[in-house]
């Protein structure tokens, strides 16, 4: 059996804030780097043969600490990168509320959010799913641990299991610094093992991106 550990990054002042990052290359603050370091340790029982992350500063960093106890090298893939929310990028929710009402209102109905640049959930599920398959396939039979984003790792995992957005939208979203695990064989391909795990210190309510 393959096991892929899609891992979301530590938190940063703009989640903590419900500002929206998507792709902006935020970093962690003290709190995500106190989060990544206590995850860590639970991730290196694992065992992992190989971390894969999203190029951009917050998830590189996360992986960073369990590359520290593994002495793995973390390759980084901009494929993980969090969803592109285009002209909300930089704003909070509230002032995207304002600015943008009815593309906020699609947006929370699950639709897509039109002339916003915000990047279709197909699209991301795509991209984040063929990275995250390929990461698989790079040690077949073993275990591979991915830091990326929330958004990014609900449809990426979701591509993997032929989920659709209506099913994801049912899925609890991903804690800061917790992790779903899929387990792969050739009989019944991708299943979920776990979902949301991690260490149960410091659990902020999560920002959506």
């Not at 969803?83 to 909300?88: A, E, I, L, P, Q």
Request: glycine share 10%; net charge neutral; hydrophobic share 35%.
């Amino acid at each position: 059996m393959t096991r892929l550990i899609v891992w979301r990054h530590g938190n940063t002042d703009w989640n903590a804030t419900d500002r929206v990052q998507g792709q902006t290359d935020t970093p962690l603050n003290d709190l995500g780097r106190e989060q990544a370091e206590s995850a860590a340790p639970l991730l290196a029982g694992f065992h992992p043969d190989a971390i894969v992350a999203s190029d951009l500063r917050r998830a590189a960093d996360t992986a960073a600490a369990l590359a520290a106890l593994t002495g793995l090298p973390v390759r980084t893939d901009a494929r993980l990168r969090e969803r592109s929310y285009g002209k909300w990028q930089g704003l909070t929710m509230a002032e995207v509320a304002e600015r943008f009402p009815t593309e906020h209102a699609r947006w929370r109905a699950g639709e897509q959010p039109q002339g916003c640049d915000v990047e279709t959930l197909d699209d991301l599920g795509k991209r984040v799913g063929q990275a995250l398959q390929e990461a698989a396939d790079q040690v077949p039979g073993g275990t591979v641990v991915v830091a990326t984003h929330g958004g990014a790792a609900r449809q990426g995992c979701g591509f993997l299991l032929g989920w659709s957005s209506e099913v994801l939208r049912r899925v609890g979203p991903l804690q800061n610094c917790h992790w779903t695990e899929l387990g792969h064989d050739h009989v019944r391909g991708w299943w979920l093992r776990a979902h949301n795990t991690g260490p149960s210190a410091h659990r902020p309510t999560p920002s959506p991106v």
